[in-house]
């Protein structure tokens, strides 16, 4: 069995943001020359997510309005997490959207259904942050 890890890099320049990483994904299984096995991406924080659905600029518009609704940013004393931060509704965004997506690997490609791509999730931007990459398979 082979394998292949990658950590991703991103730098959002605002606190929220969906940003469609599918053809890094696909780039990490070109390099790791796998083509049946199993392709998994995680946010390694937990203040973002990774997940999968449309890229529709009107879905990620309503996506953002919902887990404002949710858990909003403001007031941010509403929540006891906020002693020396500002990040708890980031923390329960996360929560919603997920952590991870396994992705099947068939014939060199990810066995997406027709319109889904990978989004990593950002609710706490403006610094550093990495996403992991690893492909197990034949
Ligand atoms: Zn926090």
Redesign the pocket.
Known sequence: MKSYRKELWFQVPTRRAFVNITPEVEDCLARSGIREGLCLVNAMH??ASVFINDDESGLHHDYDAWLERLAPHEPVSGYR??VG?D??D??MKRQIMGREVVVAVTDGRLDFGTWERIFYGEF?GRRKKRVLVKIIGE
């Open positions: 937990i203040t997490h906020n931060e990040n708890a980031a923390h706490d």
